[in-house]
């Protein structure tokens, strides 16, 4: 049975920093990109970053560029999503996902194969 189980969310105030972790199991996922979404409540689901199998290419929505990173750890079949400067617009429930395509053409409303069950982001102002 595969898995991805994304963990790290939490309460923040504005300006702080969190890591979001997502663990993928039940098979192996060489190739595969991963990356997250987030949804706040009443808006839709929103792109957030993604990463390719080797690292080498990175994705990020303009509204995280220069504050988010990620990373992954593919001996873990872990990938990591720094966040710093939170702001409360970053507030949202954040998902993991993986595909085997590439992260530039990951979208909203692409399908992607795997998904984690989200993690609560809250930031204070």
């Known amino acids: 049975q595969v898995q991805l189980v994304d963990s790290g969310g939490g309460l923040v105030q504005a300006g702080d920093s969190l890591r979001l972790s997502c663990a993928a199991s039940g098979r192996a996922f060489s190739g595969y990109a991963m990356g997250w979404f987030r949804q706040a409540p009443g808006k839709e689901r929103e792109f957030v970053a993604a990463?390719?199998?080797?690292?080498?290419?990175?994705n990020y929505a303009d509204s995280v560029k220069g504050r988010f990173t990620m990373s992954r750890d593919n001996a873990k079949n872990t990938v990591y999503l720094l966040m710093n400067s939170l702001k409360p617009e970053d507030t949202a429930v954040y998902y993991c996902a993986a595909d085997i395509s590439t992260p530039s053409s990951w979208t909203p409303d692409r399908y992607l194969e795997f998904w984690g069950q989200g993690t609560l982001v809250t930031v204070s102002s």
């Open positions: 990463i390719s199998w080797s690292g080498g290419i990175t």
